[in-house]
């Protein structure tokens, strides 16, 4: 019997929003074409890691990823990032591209394109419970459950609060754009990222660009997933038929 893995021609790496684990991602492997070896990432201090130190800056995050992933480049790669998830995959892929291992493709979702201002909470708010508990109801991203659990919430909001800090924090430094297609996929009625945001990250590649825009807020993701995740095969489909095949 064939090894399944020597079927495999792409390596996907995938980046959860705030406060989320490799595991926001289960479903997806189902909607991926067979050729793509699927990697979750799991960031430090949730999930599998969640004894290891919280990262609160961007450049902790592309250390940490960096080492993982590294040893993992013999296959062509792409990343797709979900909000904080997506500025992480830009600048891993600004990285890798520098030292000459380009993505194949780059996927975001629910995020305004690097180079323009943070629209997330001030600094100041992220030591006050109440103020970050009210922003995240507001994004509607976390069931309610949860702010209702205190034994929840203590592991909770801390995650929270540091990934709001790499975000909060995030200073974007010019760069060359990727030499690969971005495709960008946001939300009708995400109040954080306009579709003329999402358009933005058109100027971050010297590739193709395109856009989808599904019914739904900042995490469209939920109320869309067989649309988003099959569309998502698609476009995986078409960078392997392009880039990886071509």
């Not at 801390?158 to 939300?187: H, Q």
Request: proline fraction near 7%; glycine fraction near 6%.
């Amino acid at each position: 019997m064939q090894n399944p893995y020597q079927l495999k021609q792409l390596r996907l790496f995938a980046f959860p929003y705030a406060g989320g684990s490799s595991n926001i991602y289960h479903d997806l492997k189902s909607y991926l074409p067979a050729e793509v070896d699927f990697c979750p990432v799991e960031l430090p201090g949730r999930g599998r890691r969640l004894t290891e130190p919280l990262c609160e800056n961007m450049a902790c995050l592309v250390e940490d990823v960096s080492q993982q992933i590294k040893g993992q480049l013999d296959l062509p790669f792409a990343f797709f990032g979900y909000s904080m998830g997506s500025l992480l995959a830009y600048e891993l892929a600004v990285r890798f591209q520098k030292e000459g291992e380009t993505p194949v493709a780059l996927y975001v979702a629910a995020s305004r394109a690097p180079h323009l201002p943070r629209r997330d909470l001030d600094i100041g708010d992220l030591s006050d419970d109440e103020a970050l508990i009210t922003k995240l109801r507001q994004l509607n991203g976390t069931p309610e459950e949860v702010w209702q659990n205190p034994e929840l919430l203590e592991i909770v909001l801390p995650i929270l609060r540091a990934d709001f800090s790499v975000v909060s924090r995030y200073t974007y430094e010019p760069a060359a754009p990727l030499s690969c297609p971005v495709i960008a996929f946001g939300g009708e009625r995400d109040l954080d990222v306009s579709e003329e945001a999402l358009l933005e990250w058109e100027r971050h590649s010297n590739g193709s660009f395109r856009h989808y825009i599904y019914p739904g807020d900042h995490f469209f993701i939920h109320g869309n997933k067989d649309d988003f995740f099959k569309t998502l095969s698609r476009e995986l489909n078409r960078v392997i038929k392009e880039k990886v095949n071509g």
